[in-house]
């Protein structure tokens, strides 16, 4: 059955969870509309006042005062980052310059995520950070820090992030020079909250200095939400979706660029560009699709989208590659071998050879009597649509995490679901 219709995904993740967490080096008020309320964020929101933040709901969004630098001094704060990854590693890089202990803990899934890879830029900049042999707990014992020349060995936005937001609180300019460019939200923010981050190709400095948040904050739709339903309407026939008021940064459309050449129809609208580009994404569903290559290069831009794009490709003509996707082994599953069962279990062909992900379509799915998304909220919802495409319905372990991104994707699929 296609799907068919509008609608508009929860507000941007990647966003709502700086604007939070950003505001402990701000001052001044912000009011945020449209934030997302997806579990992840409410760990930041959590987090942003267990360190004396205050933060208010009210009729048009949630009231934000910046906690500049009157930070309480803790002589030891546990603070617990559940299952975000993004809130673990983004606070690190503030922690690391704010005096006093800190304890980043979070559950089991947290827990196998490795965070040497933030802390190692932040020791460079002579904060102390231990770890359990790279990943969590973290303990910070925060203090002065001196601004750096950095080259992360991954392409990662949260590295960046985090050394540029410890760039903040440094003593002379911070430095990161990415291999690939990453979703640049950090540097775009400091720029919006009149900080001086400098892009020079792929060279990002921050100055050090308190940001100023603006009065009124108004966040976009979150592409990577959207990405589900709009590749569903690219793999059925009959399908014709639009998500508006979305999120259209480079860094984060790359997954409507494969689409397009697998064969479907992409048409975006843009309608603003404040501080990021945002618009309206119309996909329909033109004839089958045939398969791509998606180069390393390519990577950084749909990094959360590959769940669904290999769904795509088990629909498309021909063997589909996806190269250089080792990131996905450290997600909340190893999505890399999560794909290639849960997929491979309805039927698909799907094949991992060293750090690439290799399907070869189109696949006729067969149903399993349980699938299971190992908690992992982008599989979850990945066999979900999966499941709408083969017109049926079987259990999915663990699909409780679509609310940790996306709490009304039922609601969502329920309205453009035509079955």
Known sequence: MPFIGTFSPPGDKSLSHRLILMSLVAKGETLIKGLSHGEDVLTSLAAFRALGGEAREEAE??????????????????????????????????????????????????????????????????????????????????????????????????????????????????????????????????????????????????????????????????????????????????????ATNILLSPGRTGFLKVLNRMGAEVTLTLTSDNPEPVGDVLVEHTGPLKATEVTPEEIPSLIDEIPMLALAATQANGQSVFRAVDELRVKETDRLMSLRHQLGALGARVNAEGNDLIIDGPTSFILPETLDSGRDHRLAMTLSIALAAANAKVPIIGAESMAISYPSFEESLKELWRN
């Open 61 to 242: 969004g949630l009231r934000v005062k910046g906690l500049a630098g009157t930070w309480p001094r803790f002589e030891s704060l546990e603070i617990d980052c559940r299952n975000s990854g993004t809130t673990m590693r983004l606070i690190a890089g503030i922690l690391a310059g704010v005096p006093g202990r800190y304890i980043l803990d979070g559950d089991d899934q947290l827990r196998r995520r490795p965070m040497e890879r933030v802390a190692k830029p932040l020791r460079l900049m002579g904060a102390k950070v231990s770890s359990n042999e790279g990943r969590p707990p973290l303990i910070i014992d925060g203090g002065s820090l001196t601004g750096v020349d950095y080259t992360p060995a991954d392409a990662s936005a949260q590295v960046k992030g985090a050394t540029l937001l410890a760039g903040l609180l440094a003593s002379g300019p911070t430095s990161v020079t990415e291999i690939l460019p990453t979703r640049g939200h950090t540097e775009t923010l400091i720029n919006h909250f009149h900080g001086r981050a400098v892009i020079e190709g792929l060279t990002i400095t921050v100055c050090p200095g308190l940001l100023t948040l603006p009065p009124v904050f108004d966040v976009p739709g979150d592409p990577s939400s959207a990405a589900f339903f709009l590749t569903a309407a690219a793999m059925i026939p009959g399908s014709k979706v639009t």
